[in-house]
């Protein structure tokens, strides 16, 4: 650990508040790469076994079952809160405190009576998975078996008994990830995403294909990535049903009759603007840079990606200086808060 995250660490015993609103949606990138989590809708039992490129991962579920992609959503608040705190100098700790409701809120979640109990079915499934494995982490390579989180506990709950506040454990593994900034900003459309596979996908799309044109992958490496357990055929025709959806934030699929799937990013090129009478709005590094002096401490990615996306929703609007148009709004988004 460097001397620099040190000081950003709390006291040992000391809480984390989950108090920064609109904090950017962060994924670990090792939970990314191996199918650590469940793509079932019925509890999942089974032991699954998963080795690539000298990494091994071995997931045992507990009697509740192996915990599920959509379990992760916690998992993925959390980190969010706190990286988005590191970056705003603030101190951190493994055992953060939460209120439900903005947990349920920033997830994308019905906060219905029913989702209180669903959230509660979800910390015992991600306490009772436990990983052995050798993945790096933080420059380290640790062979180590833990919890996805090492306890949870409710803090308060209203007279009708619904959860108000809750503390959470994280275990040091996942922990580490969040101090070293091993982790990516996912688009908050993936909390939109319902199919398990959707979500899968769209992770390992955002790990591998990232920023670039384009990412390639066998179908059959692809179901293996997934930790899907259909037939291939089935698997295929699935992936088939995700490209006709067309509901994948920031990535196109393509599926080639030889089972390569190819994965390309989204871009709003000038030609995509003239033909919506509107220039498109590319930005370059000087506009990154001009943004983060803007909103220090904040994502500016994902800033961009907010940006974009208010502009589509708005009908893309013809912009006779983009650049202008994007920073002035980083400006009153930053006041919002």
């Known amino acids: 650990m460097s001397p620099g995250m040190a000081v950003n660490l709390a006291a040992q015993g000391d809480l984390f508040y989950c108090d920064i609103l609109g904090a950017a949606p962060k994924d670990d990138l090792a939970s990314m ?3 650590m989590f469940s793509l079932a809708t019925r509890p999942d039992l089974s032991l699954r076994r998963y080795a690539h490129n000298g990494v ?3 997931i045992t579920p507990s009697v ?10 916690i998992l993925i608040y959390c980190i969010s809160q706190l990286v988005a705190a590191l970056n705003a100098g603030r101190a951190v700790s493994r055992t953060l405190r939460l209120t439900a ?3 349920l809120v920033a997830t994308g979640r019905d ?38 989180i090492e306890a949870w506990q409710v803090i308060r709950k209203t007279r009708g008994g619904r959860m108000v506040s ?25 909390f939109g995403l319902r199919k398990p596979l959707e979500r899968r996908i769209y992770e390992l799309a955002r790990k591998h294909c990232g920023r670039q044109a384009e990412w390639r992958i066998g179908l059959a490496l692809l179901q293996q990535k997934a930790g899907s357990d259909a037939p291939l055929r089935v698997f295929r025709a699935a992936v088939r ?6 509901r994948l934030p ?27 009478g509107a220039t498109g709005p590319l930005f370059g590094a000087a506009t990154l840079d001009a943004v983060r002096a803007l909103a220090p401490g904040w994502d500016a990615y994902a800033l961009e990606a907010e940006w974009r996306g208010f502009w589509i929703a708005t009908g893309r609007p013809a912009l006779r200086a983009p650049e202008r148009a994007y920073l002035a709004w980083v400006r009153g988004r930053v006041a919002r808060g």
Request: glycine share 10%.
């Open 33 to 35: 790469e191996h199918p």
């Open 56 to 58: 091994s991962v071995t």
């Open 64 to 73: 509740r079952g192996r915990a599920t992609i959509h379990d992760k959503d």
């Open 101 to 103: 409701h903005d947990l």
């Open 111 to 148: 906060t219905g009576g029913d989702a209180y109990a669903r959230l509660i079915d979800a910390f015992e499934r991600l306490s009772g998975t436990r990983i052995t494995t050798n993945l790096a982490q933080g420059g380290q390579e640790i062979t180590a078996g833990f919890g996805l």
């Open 166 to 190: 809750v503390s959470v454990t994280l275990s040091e593994w996942l922990f580490r990830a969040a101090l070293s900034r091993a982790v990516l900003t996912l688009s908050r459309d993936y």
């Open 241 to 246: 049903r995700i490209i006709a959806d067309g």
């Open 250 to 276: 920031e990535y196109d699929l393509a599926l080639g009759a030889d089972d390569i799937l190819t994965v390309t990013r989204q871009r709003l090129t000038e030609a995509e603007g003239s033909a919506s």
